[in-house]
């Protein structure tokens, strides 16, 4: 069986239910214990705790390779929590309706009911087969396109933010560090700079350690907002050194 996607196990067949079992395995069926029943609701009881959204990498919302990697391994860490029980369990009452099929085939008149336990072992061989199968290459194959275009739109606007901001950041410092000067010529600016180079991994890796302290150069969050001497001299200093950052970035050669 090829590789399936996760959604594959979101409805549970009802062919292998405990309801479906007791309604067809008839009179005869129901004067035999075969432990079945039991099995089945196991079975069910341990599908509710597969959440499909967690075997999606999708689902992380992944923008980075780093988020794929992450993604990834928590994908898998639900599957060994979530889906291999469950398809463990399918086994066990797979060999369990084998074994009723037998019981009831030797009963008077239990041939009809011995026929639906080979189909209900049929049917969860199959749901067994299916959560073996699971395979998020599909879904990671995905998350990687969704990547890599994220990725040639920051490589595209990365030149073109970094002069940007130069600009901005040189009329900036000519200034007297105002508030108001520094929301219209840093502010997006440096928003511009840090989006292209948080996405891009060789410049994430090199610079956004340290970029990342100018807190999406918001004043607010800085707690710079005020337009005191003293706080004028701040982001004035804020802004040449963001500068000796973004400088460094435009001679950096990945």
Known sequence: MAGVNATALMVYPKEITDAYWQKKKGVIGKTKKTGLGAELKKCQALHKKVECTKLDVMSYNPKSRDDIVNAVKEAKVHYAKAVDPLR??????????????????????????????????????????????VDLEATIKEAEAKVNKLNALAAKFLNDSIKKFLVGAKTFMSGDGSAESWNSLMKQNGRSVSNSIKQLDAYKKQFWKDFVKFQGFDLNTMKLDGDDDKTKKTRLKLAKAATAQVVAMAKFKP
């Open 88 to 133: 463990k369990q399918l086994l066990a009452a797979k060999s369990t309706a084998e074994n009723a099929e037998k019981i009831l085939k030797k009963a008077v008149g239990g041939g009809s009911a011995a026929k639906e336990a080979a189909a209900v072992a049929k049917g969860l061989g199959n749901f067994a087969l299916t959560c073996k199968s």
